[in-house]
């Protein structure tokens, strides 16, 4: 199995900073996900980044897939209480039928 | 409304008694799968299945079993129980199997609101 390690594992911000979460394998994956997490409630999907290097931007979140395909960045702008949750990255295996999810950074963005 | 609903959603047991958590889809997907979360391990994926009375081991089958009689549901059963099996469970479905070319399209996974399992 494949492993995702994120970083940090908590971040705690003042609303209108800036913030990066790290993605990294030592492994390549044939695509990777970012989902966010809210307590009491299963993981939803942000984006799908699938070729190497590819940037996607989501309003003020901006994903990023690595050259090589074994990391990824999320980057939020201007952070927003709204923006508190548990980011999961997760990434197909290139042998397909399996994601395997890194153990999540939780943010917190103080008013 | 396009959902997977679990239940119970809740629920507490005791050691060796056999529970089942239910699992159903609206959408028609064909992939469907299990996962528990426990804290500092992200979700780790215990069982799979990529469409009818097709199901594989996930990273951490032990102690569970699936079955997939119908393309909408996927129940996960704990024959006996254990505490080691205390966390919280979802249950998530895609459109396609993982693999397939439209990535965006079919690799969207769609979670449950997740079973919270205590077992004393």
């Known amino acids: 199995t494949q492993l995702l390690e994120q970083s940090p594992q908590f971040l705690s911000i003042q609303e209108g900073e800036n913030l990066t979460v790290y993605c990294n394998s030592s492994s390549v994956f044939s695509s990777l996900q970012w989902y966010r997490q809210e307590p009491g409630e299963g993981p939803v999907l942000l984006v799908t980044v699938v070729t190497g290097g590819e940037v996607k931007k989501l309003k003020r979140l901006t994903f990023q897939f690595g050259d090589a395909r074994k990391d990824s960045s999320l980057h939020i702008t201007a952070a927003q209480p709204g923006d508190t949750g548990l980011y999961l990255c997760a990434g197909e295996e290139a042998a397909g039928n399996k994601l395997t999810f890194g153990g999540g950074t939780r943010v917190l963005v103080k008013p | 409304e396009a959902q997977v609903t679990q239940n119970p959603r809740y629920l507490i047991t005791v050691t060796g008694k056999k529970l089942t958590v239910t699992c159903s889809q609206n959408?028609?997907?064909?992939?469907m799968s299990w996962y528990r979360q426990d804290p500092g391990l992200g979700l780790r994926q215990i069982y799979y299945?990529?469409?009818?009375?097709?199901?594989d081991k996930g990273d951490v089958p032990e102690g569970y079993k699936v079955s997939r009689k119908e393309k909408r549901n996927f129940p996960l059963i704990l024959e006996s129980p254990s505490p080691n099996q205390t966390s919280l469970y979802f249950c998530?479905?895609?459109?396609?199997?993982?693999?397939?070319?439209?990535?965006?399209?079919?690799?969207?996974?769609?979670f449950g609101p997740g079973t919270r399992l205590t077992v004393l």
């Open positions: 998530a479905s895609s459109l396609g199997s993982l693999g397939s070319l439209d990535r965006d399209k079919y690799n969207e996974q769609f």
């Open positions: 299945s990529m469409n009818v009375e097709v199901t």
């Open positions: 959408m028609n997907h064909e992939y």
